[in-house]
């Protein structure tokens, strides 16, 4: 017989109550009974705590029950009772997001055409901390957690891989967490992206979402929880390789994806037909939009090359439905259907393809679940901001 104490079960079943709160609420302390199976008594003990410690609050009075009962006082989250702060470091840029318990965005800010080095990032961040800690809303508990989005390989909060900046084993989580006292997170961007359609948008218990920035990289979430493998490559599908003998990749292999369909390699594609060393996506939408044909044809071949790793991504996971993450798909008009022309097998029938509805904002939103599902000590989280 497996012993558990009284106080796991008591803590267990805490969470249990509060998440049903989270998702479902708001809700009286009858039906959270009704749906957790614990007794009225349980309950209202559990409520009693949550309510204590501010993270749970009673609104108003809900509709009476249809057989004349009394009318019951509903509970929901107290989503004003602390913030969340996330991070994505992207390879020249760090974006920040403050957002309540809900996912509720406070502010968002973004610091541009800077340099990331492992010397540097650590102190960059605290100071990021620092000036936010002067302007936060006052809550019960401040920041309740910092989630850091790494482009790049994360496993178990620490960095394994980064292409296109040097972060690799860099100690971010303890000397940040030991420096500010708050709990520290690290995840892949493309992870974070997904975990953000998981908790803000999508109803799908079994979704990718593909970012498609210097590199690409999937996020994957099987029966509702994130995938990550063994060692932290699952969803490196930037690195499956299309072409052997292919352009070299800083993986090590050659031909990989990304090479040919990233943001960073069709823009690379792009400075030659427009004979500068550096383009941007609106520079690219134009002469598009011009019919260059030479645009024309390296948007074509992208989106075939995209369409293949999509495919790879059906045939390994078997998605309801596959989010892109992607400025081009979003500014270039008919990117999207030209992918979407390309998938022609019953593999990819019904499997829905979108642009994410949540934007760039998804690998900030989805930090934000992070933090807030780890300070509530709940495994899913399923919210409309
Ligand atoms: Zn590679």
């Given at each position: 017989m497996v012993f558990v104490d009284k106080y796991a079960i008591r803590e267990m079943n805490e969470t249990i109550v509060l998440e049903h709160i989270v998702n479902e609420g708001p809700l009286s302390r009858a039906a959270v009974a009704n749906r957790t199976h614990l007794s009225k008594a349980s309950v209202s003990e559990i409520v009693r705590k949550l309510t204590e410690t501010n993270l749970v609050h009673e609104i108003g009075i809900g509709d009476s029950t249809t057989s004349g009962g009394r009318r019951p006082i509903m509970l929901e989250l107290n989503k004003h009772a602390g913030v969340s702060l996330s991070f994505d470091i992207g390879y020249n840029y760090i974006a920040t997001m403050l957002n309540y318990l809900d996912g509720e965005i406070i502010t968002e800010q973004i610091i541009e055409d800077i340099e990331i080095d492992r010397e540097t990032l650590i102190d960059k961040i605290e100071n990021v901390v620092m000036d936010y800690q002067q302007m936060i809303p006052e809550t019960s508990y401040g920041i309740v957690g910092i989630t850091i989005a790494i482009h790049g390989v994360v496993f178990d909060n620490s960095i394994v891989f980064t292409p296109y900046y040097d972060l690799a084993k860099l100690n971010i989580c303890e000397t940040l967490s030991e420096r500010l006292g708050i709990p520290i997170y690290i995840e892949n961007e493309a992870n974070l992206s997904a975990i953000a359609e998981q908790t803000y948008s999508s109803n799908y218990k079994n979704l990718v979402s593909i970012s498609i920035h210097s590199g690409i990289g999937a996020g994957i979430i099987i029966d509702g929880a994130l995938y990550t493998g063994e060692r932290g490559f699952?969803?490196?599908?930037?690195?499956?390789?299309?072409?052997?003998?292919g352009k070299p990749c800083p993986c090590g292999n050659h031909g990989c994806l990304e090479q040919y369909c990233s943001e960073k390699a069709i823009l690379e594609f792009f400075n030659d037909i427009h004979q500068s060393t550096e383009t941007t996506i609106a520079q690219l939408k134009s002469a598009y939009m011009a019919k260059n044909p030479a645009v024309i044809e390296l948007i074509d071949k992208a989106a075939k090359y995209l369409a293949i790793g999509i495919n790879n991504v059906t045939t390994a996971f078997s998605p309801g439905v596959i989010y892109l993450k992607s400025r081009l798909t979003r500014e270039i008009p008919d990117f999207l259907d030209k992918i979407n022309s390309n998938l022609n097998s019953f593999i990819n029938e019904d499997v829905e393809l979108h642009n994410s509805s949540l934007g760039d904002q998804a690998t900030l939103l989805g930090a934000s679940a992070v933090s807030i599902r780890n300070f509530l000590r709940i495994q899913s989280m399923r919210v409309q901001r």
């Amino acid at each position: 017989m497996v012993f558990v104490d009284k106080y796991a079960i008591r803590e267990m079943n805490e969470t249990i109550v509060l998440e049903h709160i989270v998702n479902e609420g708001p809700l009286s302390r009858a039906a959270v009974a009704n749906r957790t199976h614990l007794s009225k008594a349980s309950v209202s003990e559990i409520v009693r705590k949550l309510t204590e410690t501010n993270l749970v609050h009673e609104i108003g009075i809900g509709d009476s029950t249809t057989s004349g009962g009394r009318r019951p006082i509903m509970l929901e989250l107290n989503k004003h009772a602390g913030v969340s702060l996330s991070f994505d470091i992207g390879y020249n840029y760090i974006a920040t997001m403050l957002n309540y318990l809900d996912g509720e965005i406070i502010t968002e800010q973004i610091i541009e055409d800077i340099e990331i080095d492992r010397e540097t990032l650590i102190d960059k961040i605290e100071n990021v901390v620092m000036d936010y800690q002067q302007m936060i809303p006052e809550t019960s508990y401040g920041i309740v957690g910092i989630t850091i989005a790494i482009h790049g390989v994360v496993f178990d909060n620490s960095i394994v891989f980064t292409p296109y900046y040097d972060l690799a084993k860099l100690n971010i989580c303890e000397t940040l967490s030991e420096r500010l006292g708050i709990p520290i997170y690290i995840e892949n961007e493309a992870n974070l992206s997904a975990i953000a359609e998981q908790t803000y948008s999508s109803n799908y218990k079994n979704l990718v979402s593909i970012s498609i920035h210097s590199g690409i990289g999937a996020g994957i979430i099987i029966d509702g929880a994130l995938y990550t493998g063994e060692r932290g490559f699952s969803g490196e599908i930037g690195h499956k390789i299309l072409f052997p003998d292919g352009k070299p990749c800083p993986c090590g292999n050659h031909g990989c994806l990304e090479q040919y369909c990233s943001e960073k390699a069709i823009l690379e594609f792009f400075n030659d037909i427009h004979q500068s060393t550096e383009t941007t996506i609106a520079q690219l939408k134009s002469a598009y939009m011009a019919k260059n044909p030479a645009v024309i044809e390296l948007i074509d071949k992208a989106a075939k090359y995209l369409a293949i790793g999509i495919n790879n991504v059906t045939t390994a996971f078997s998605p309801g439905v596959i989010y892109l993450k992607s400025r081009l798909t979003r500014e270039i008009p008919d990117f999207l259907d030209k992918i979407n022309s390309n998938l022609n097998s019953f593999i990819n029938e019904d499997v829905e393809l979108h642009n994410s509805s949540l934007g760039d904002q998804a690998t900030l939103l989805g930090a934000s679940a992070v933090s807030i599902r780890n300070f509530l000590r709940i495994q899913s989280m399923r919210v409309q901001r």
